[in-house]
Structure formats: C-alpha cells, structure tokens
C-alpha cells in the first residue's frame, strides 16, 4: 500500500526560510518528487531524490532518509511567488506511476 | 515545443452525458497519464499509457475509459457523466517509467451538474 503525509497549510514570511515535510509509507519505494503547483495551474517539478541526502538546486533543496521515510522541501529567501501549493510524491519499483500526497499549500506574507 | 496541450479548458456537463477530454504531446514521449486532481486533494491517477496500444488502469479508473493511437495523443472518455466527476483533470507525459520527472498539461475544469 501507499500513504503519504504532508502538512495541509504553511504560512512564511517573506525573506525567511521554511521547511515542508513529508513522510510515505511506500513499498517497493524508489525515488520521491516535489513538484510546485500554483493555484488553477499546473503542477511542476521542482526535484527528485533517490539516494539519501540533501539536493540543492538554488533556493530551494530536497533532502531524503530512505530509512526514516522522510523527506523535506526548503525554501529559502522566500518570494511572494513562492506560495503555492507543493506536492510530495513516491516512486515505487515496478509501477510505472507517481502516488502523490495531498500537498501543503505555503502562503507567503510581507 | 507546444509541451502538453490539453483541450477543452472548462466544460459544463449534464448527468449521463458523455464527452472526450483530449491530450497530445509533442516531446515524443513514451509515457502519458491522466489525473484527477479534487479541492484540496492530490493527484490521483485514473489511466496511463507506457507506448501507442497500450494502456493499463490507475486507482481511480472507474468510469473512464482511454486509448493510445498515436504516441502524441492520449484521450479520456467519460461515459455516463456523474456529479462525481467534477474535477480538474490533468493529462501528463514523461520519456520513460515514473523515475522521469512528468510534464502536466494546463489541465481541464469539469462540472457535472
């Protein structure tokens, strides 16, 4: 079976940092995926782990622990862009799918 | 590169009307799905495709059916259109198995009323 939990809301302030986490319950797992969605848009991708440790891709990185089911998003300096929903997603072995949780919507304020 | 084009952008529909919601892609990708995405859930995966002719069910393919001609183009039927169905649907493609990051269509906004 699949489970995946997130946080369903965040509030940040501009300028700041924040982190959203993630943890699954996944078997076979393989990969997990964060993807940014603004509202009535479409989701895009934003990272992808597979081995353990921290991703960094300018202001924002994706750490995994395979052993802890664990993941998290950080968002530094943060823009008002940047509120938007993000979506935690597992990859598992064999299928040929993503199994998505229901996202954490981060609102930005001044 | 158009990415992934996704038409209608809203539709109205009356109970146990039909309609196709179409998809094509011209990144010459192997894989295609289709989503649904209700307020303030996740993504959930209706069908999806691994190459032209084949086509295989997701969790939540009840109601739906779909067919892979063409690399580029992947349709959703809905058949018996139900209150149920109302939600923005999301067709995907990615060049290989689910490890590849997906790119999303804009999405189509369906209500059953």
């Known amino acids: ?102 996202g954490t919507r981060l609102t930005v304020i001044p | 590169n158009a990415g992934v084009t996704q038409t209608p952008k809203f539709r109205i529909l009356k109970i146990g009307q039909s309609m196709t919601l179409q998809c094509t892609q011209d990144m010459n990708h192997n894989y295609m799905y289709w989503y649904r995405q209700d307020p303030g859930m996740g993504l959930k995966l209706i069908y999806y495709s691994v190459g032209a002719g084949i086509t295989d069910k997701g969790e939540v393919p009840n109601g739906y059916n779909v067919s892979r001609s063409t690399t580029e183009d992947f349709p959703l039927r809905l058949e018996l259109a139900a209150p149920s169905q109302t939600s923005v649907y999301f067709c995907a493609s990615s060049y290989a198995s689910g490890y590849n990051e997906q790119f999303f269509g804009p999405g189509t906004r369906l209500t059953v009323l």
């Not at chain 1, 939990?5 to 076979?28: F, H, K, L, R």
């Not at chain 1, 848009?41 to 990272?47: D, G, I, Q, R, Y």
């Open chain 1, 1 to 102: 079976g699949q489970n995946i939990d997130q946080p369903t809301e965040m509030t940040a302030t501009e300028g700041a940092i924040v982190q959203i986490n993630c943890t699954y319950q996944t078997s076979g797992f393989n990969g997990l995926f964060w993807y940014q969605q603004h509202a009535g848009e479409a989701p895009t991708f934003l990272s992808y782990n597979v081995l353990d440790g921290l991703e960094e891709k300018g202001r924002f990185s994706s750490f995994l622990s395979r052993s802890k089911g664990y993941s998290y998003l950080l968002l530094k300096e943060l823009q008002m862009k940047d509120s938007a929903s993000y979506l935690c997603a597992a990859y598992q072995t064999g299928a040929n799918n993503l199994f998505f949780g229901t």
